[in-house]
C-alpha cells in the first residue's frame, strides 16, 4: 500500500508522453509553434492529444489525456490538461493541470504546471490530499513531452 504522508518536494513522477493528435480551430499550429505566425489578436485553440507512461516510486502506470492550449497573441500558451492516469495495478486517477508553455531554442518549449489529482482507489487517496508542480519540456519536432512532477 502506498504511503500517506507525502513531503514538499517529494517527487511523484515522472512522465514521458507523445503527442496522438492535434486539433485546431482555423490557424495554422506548425506557423505558430514555430513563430513563423503570430497567433490572432483573440489567441488560438489547440487541443494536443497524448499518451505515454508515467514512473515513479509510489505509482507507475500510463496516461492518456488532452492539452487544451491557448497560443496567446504574445507567444505564450496557456496550458489546461486533463487526464487519466491508470497505475500498474488498475487504479484510475484523473489527474488536471494548468500552467504555461514558454518558447526556448530548437523548437523546445519550457513547461511549468500545477497539477490535481482525483481518485476513490483506496492505496492513492493520499494525491486526492497534495497540489503538485510540474517541470518540464516539449519537444515539437519530435512531439515529446517530458515532466517530473513533484508534491508543492
Not at 500500500?1 to 513531503?7: D, H, I, K, N
Not at 506548425?30 to 489567441?43: F, M, W
Not at 500552467?99 to 490535481?116: I, S
Amino acid at each position: 500500500m502506498a504511503g500517506t504522508s507525502v513531503e514538499v518536494g517529494e517527487p511523484i513522477y515522472e512522465i514521458v508522453a507523445s503527442f496522438t493528435s492535434i486539433t485546431d480551430y482555423g490557424v495554422n499550429v506548425q506557423a505558430i509553434l514555430s513563430g513563423a505566425e503570430t497567433p490572432p489578436a483573440e489567441g488560438a485553440q489547440i487541443d494536443f492529444a497524448f499518451q505515454g507512461s508515467f514512473c515513479g516510486d509510489r505509482l507507475s502506470g500510463s496516461v492518456t489525456g488532452i492539452d487544451y492550449a491557448h497560443a496567446r497573441a504574445d507567444g505564450r500558451i496557456d496550458l489546461h490538461i486533463h487526464a487519466s492516469l491508470t497505475t500498474q495495478d488498475g487504479a484510475r486517477i484523473a489527474f488536471f493541470a494548468d500552467g504555461v508553455a514558454m518558447p526556448g531554442p530548437d523548437g523546445v518549449w519550457q513547461l511549468r504546471e500545477n497539477c490535481r489529482f482525483l481518485t476513490s482507489f483506496a492505496d492513492y487517496r493520499w494525491l486526492n490530499g497534495i497540489q503538485a508542480w510540474g517541470i518540464g519540456t516539449v519537444d515539437l519536432g519530435r512531439g515529446e513531452v517530458r515532466i517530473k512532477v513533484f508534491a508543492a
